[in-house]
């Protein structure tokens, strides 16, 4: 392989870790704060000894919300993570991509 192809791969390597360190979830903070506030909710609904169904009612709202959380999360992953290691044509990183998919996916992530 010429010296200038190995140069461009390790670039574009460089690249796409670069964007991935730059990804931003901000735009989630304002759910995972809803989050906190329904949880902290459940709390007071058990310091005041509130009906059984009402609270388990609450924490599968919770749970509810936290899959979503999980979803856009993912979701962001393989728009920006995913999608970058593709663009960079680096097999190795596009199969350790598509690894960590997997491995989410199953729920081993």
């Known amino acids: 392989m010429p010296q200038t192809e190995l140069f461009d791969k390790k670039i574009r390597k460089m690249a796409v870790l670069k964007s991935q360190l730059a990804h931003d979830h901000s735009a989630e903070l304002k759910r995972l704060s809803r989050i906190k506030g329904q ?6 609904m058990i310091v005041e000894k509130r009906y059984c169904p009402e609270i388990v009612n609450q924490i599968k709202a919770i749970r509810a919300a936290l899959r ?10 393989m728009r920006h993570c995913v999608n970058q290691a593709i663009k960079s044509r ?20």
């Open 90 to 109: 680096d097999p190795q990183i596009v199969q350790e991509k598509l690894e960590e998919i997997v491995m989410l996916m199953k729920g081993q992530g």
């Open 39 to 44: 949880v902290e909710g459940v709390e007071r």
């Open 68 to 77: 979503s959380l999980e979803a856009n999360v993912i979701e962001g992953h």
